[in-house]
């Protein structure tokens, strides 16, 4: 067990909706990273925040958004779904932004049908 | 951003050693060279990172070239529970790290 919690594991919704993940990250992070891993592309970074704070962007389309709450959990949302949004979504977090190891939550699986 | 190249698989025996090699020729003075795994249906697990001298922890070592072009992940002895994918990643001062495509590693009993 990481200590990252995520919820749900699995979530199956249609086209066209919208969704949000969620994760809290092990006690004493500030750092909390998204990634999507699907078949084809591999583990997409996708965005991390630091204490509140969005610090860097990757490959994050503008369909989908995220946050950190003062509490230091975060969410990413993801809207008018497509079916190529199908993926494995993994949190991680870690203690400081630099150079340390971050610790990976199980994933939540999205389905999109 | 820089680019590791890894090969796609390896095989290895069970309590043998196992050579995970890395090539990143792109790196930059700052990049620290992290290496996880990932284990069908689970997220990514740290198992090492350094800068520039090699590096040992219970999991494994790290051995990086003097011109840091290159890194190799050493497994002292592989059991059946490293079997897994391998990813070499250089993280960058944005704090940013990419996976590449990583080293699918099989373990034969």
């Known amino acids: 067990d990481s200590g990252v919690t995520q919820t749900p594991k699995h979530l199956i919704t249609a086209t066209g909706q919208r969704v949000t993940l969620r994760c809290s990250p092990r006690?004493?992070?500030?750092?909390v990273y998204w990634y999507q891993q699907s078949l084809d592309q591999g583990l997409q970074f996708l965005i991390q925040?630091?204490?509140?704070?969005?610090?860097a962007k990757g490959n994050i389309l503008e369909r989908f958004s995220a946050q950190q709450f003062p509490d230091l959990h975060s969410e990413l949302n993801l809207s008018s779904l497509e079916l190529g949004d199908s993926a494995l979504y993994f949190c991680?977090?870690?203690?400081?932004?630099?150079?340390?190891?971050?610790?990976f939550g199980q994933g939540t699986r999205l389905t999109v049908v | 951003d820089a680019k590791t190249t890894q090969p796609n698989s390896m095989e290895s025996n069970e309590e043998e050693p196992v050579h995970l090699p890395c090539n990143h020729s792109?790196?930059?003075?700052?990049?620290?060279i992290h290496w996880y795994r990932q284990l069908p249906s689970q997220g990514p697990e740290y198992v090492i990172h350094?800068?520039?001298s090699n590096v040992n922890n219970r999991m494994a070592s790290l051995a990086i070239a003097e011109d840091r072009k290159s890194s190799t992940l050493i497994l002292h002895r592989a059991t059946l529970r490293d079997a897994a994918v391998y990813y070499c990643?250089?993280?960058?001062?944005?704090?940013?790290?990419?996976f590449g495509t990583g080293t699918s590693l099989t373990v034969i009993p």
């Open positions: 990643i250089l993280r960058n001062t944005g704090n940013q790290f990419y």
């Open positions: 006690s004493g992070d500030l750092s």
């Open positions: 991680a977090s870690s203690v400081e932004p630099t150079n340390t190891e971050a610790f």
């Open positions: 792109t790196i930059s003075g700052t990049d620290y």
């Open positions: 925040y630091y204490n509140g704070e969005e610090r």
């Open positions: 350094g800068l520039t």
